[in-house]
């Protein structure tokens, strides 16, 4: 059984940073694809960022040159780096590993980008 666990979310003022963290257990990691995905009030889960196992990246057109997605296989964590944060950035993030027909989620972690 694959667990995902969330962590680095908090509160920030525009145009702040937060690191996000994904752990995961289980053995697969290496060969699934990460993504980090988030949802506001209101709208639908939307994928922020995605890592393929060869370290392939694609990013929402909204964070590109702000958030960058990395992952280190050896500790099976992916990571998501959020620069010049704002205030529409704020959503709970989700991390998501993806392989064929396994698909596990997070519990998810908020951040909250306000003045």
């Known amino acids: 059984q694959v667990q995902l666990v969330e962590s680095g979310g908090g509160s920030v003022q525009p145009g702040g940073s937060l690191r996000l963290s994904c752990a995961a257990s289980g053995s697969i990691f290496r060969i699934s694809t990460m993504g980090w995905y988030r949802q506001a009030p209101g709208n639908q889960r939307e994928l922020v960022a995605a890592?393929?196992?060869?370290?392939?990246?694609n990013y929402a057109d909204s964070v590109k040159g702000r958030f960058t997605i990395s992952r280190d296989n050896a500790k099976n964590t992916v990571f998501l780096q959020m620069n010049s944060l704002k205030s529409e950035d704020t959503a709970v993030y989700y991390c998501r590993m993806s392989r064929g027909s396994y698909d596990y989620w997070g519990q998810g972690t908020q951040v909250t980008v306000s003045s």
């Open positions: 890592i393929t196992p060869g370290g392939t990246t």
